[in-house]
């Protein structure tokens, strides 16, 4: 009997959904950023929402990775780990990277994810290119 009580936590945790962005957000898809702040962004930059607590994407120059446990609508990245490549958007990257780790809001809908920081930013990503 003490095992079935035990095990109890173990079940539940199974049947608890997902309350963060990739539980709202399709799980196999790349979101491309086609706005950045109200001007198209010129360069290539995803994200993904892979499984409960990461977002994965891809910078101008490099691939990232970093965590995200806030519930849905709400997005807490954390420290963005990302691969160290030069390339000549090297610059839009940091713009970029400092961009996405200061958003504090997500919204899902569609083809499309927008984040937005409490100072009025905003980052629009399409899943079809731009």
């Not at 958003?103 to 290119?129: H, K, N, P, W, Y």
Request: aromatic share 10%.
């Amino acid at each position: 009997m003490l095992r079935f009580f035990l095990s109890i936590p173990i079940l539940l945790a199974g049947c608890l959904k997902d309350e963060t962005v990739s539980g709202y957000a399709d799980p196999g898809a790349t979101y491309h950023l086609v706005e950045m702040d109200g001007a198209a962004f010129n360069a290539r930059a995803t994200i993904s929402f892979p499984e409960q607590g990461s977002i994965t994407g891809k910078g101008p120059c490099n691939s990232y990775g970093a965590s995200q446990s806030a519930p849905y609508p709400w997005v807490d990245i954390g420290a963005i780990r990302a691969t160290r490549a030069a390339c000549s958007d090297l610059t839009l990257e940091i713009e970029f990277f400092a961009a996405l780790s200061g958003m504090s809001q997500i919204e899902t809908f569609g083809d499309t994810v927008i984040l937005r920081d409490d100072a009025g930013r905003e980052m629009i990503f399409r899943t079809s290119q731009p």
